[in-house]
């Protein structure tokens, strides 16, 4: 089974508008953390928000924030007012345990932004 | 945040040539990362660098293909081996840093290198 699911390949929203990224994820391991990373044409990864299993309130970074719904195992990206700079794919990714270990990414979702 | 510069940017290499990718942070980290984006995909881990160690490979990514130097800490290679055209890619590395006050342990990247192979 797919430990990082996003079921949306694309998305369009309009300039100023807010949109919701979808991600759920798999894990049996109490300790874990989410993550949300831009990645625009150039290629570079750009780190966004980050929610940890045992953060009580939802993680929020400038115009993003994360809609952390732990019982269903969601982590969705919510970003309000829309930019034309916004237009990238995103990932979600999930680290299992404490401590070093690694990412595992989902497939991401194309977010297009227009005028 | 880890300031990650990662060269080259881009290159286009012949079938059967390796290429270096380099790798340098601007603090000391324990470990680093190297990761491969094929075309349309999501990040694969290849392996997992510490210094003064071997290299731990993910299933599927052998050391022959992809031999990685970690000197020091700040410092890794990762060299694309024998090279054809499946190897086309973007090869990203990455660091794990401490945000400190605000929680938690974040991975960031380098700007990654886009990999043609003829």
């Known amino acids: 089974a797919q430990k990082i699911t996003q079921t949306q390949p694309g998305m369009f929203v309009q300039e100023k508008e807010a949109v919701t990224l979808d991600c759920t994820y798999d894990t049996s391991d109490p300790s874990y953390g989410l993550f949300w990373y831009k990645q625009p044409s150039s290629g570079e990864m750009i780190f966004l928000i980050y929610?940890?299993?045992?953060?009580?309130q939802n993680a929020t970074e400038g115009r993003y924030s994360l809609n952390f719904q732990k019982a269903r195992k969601s982590a969705n990206l919510v970003i309000s007012a829309s930019q034309l700079g916004d237009s990238a794919m995103y990932f979600c990714a999930m680290r299992e345990g404490q401590g070093y270990s690694t990412l595992t990414f989902g497939k991401g979702t194309m977010l297009l932004v227009s005028p | 945040s880890a300031v990650i510069s990662q060269k080259p940017s881009r290159d286009i290499c012949q079938r059967g040539t390796s290429l270096t990718i380099q790798c340098q942070v601007d603090s000391q980290v324990t470990m680093m990362f190297w990761y491969r984006q094929q075309p349309g995909q999501s990040l694969t881990l290849i392996a997992t660098?510490?210094?003064?160690?071997?290299?731990?490979?993910e299933s599927g990514f052998v050391i022959d293909k992809f031999p990685i130097s970690r000197p020091n800490l700040t410092f890794s290679t990762l060299t694309v081996s024998n090279m054809s055209p499946e190897d086309s890619s973007i090869y990203l590395c990455s660091v794990e840093s401490d945000r400190g006050d605000r929680g938690g342990n974040i991975q960031y990247f380098g700007a990654g290198t886009r990999l043609s192979v003829l």
């Open positions: 660098a510490n210094q003064g160690s071997e290299a731990t490979y």
């Open positions: 929610q940890g299993s045992y953060d009580q």
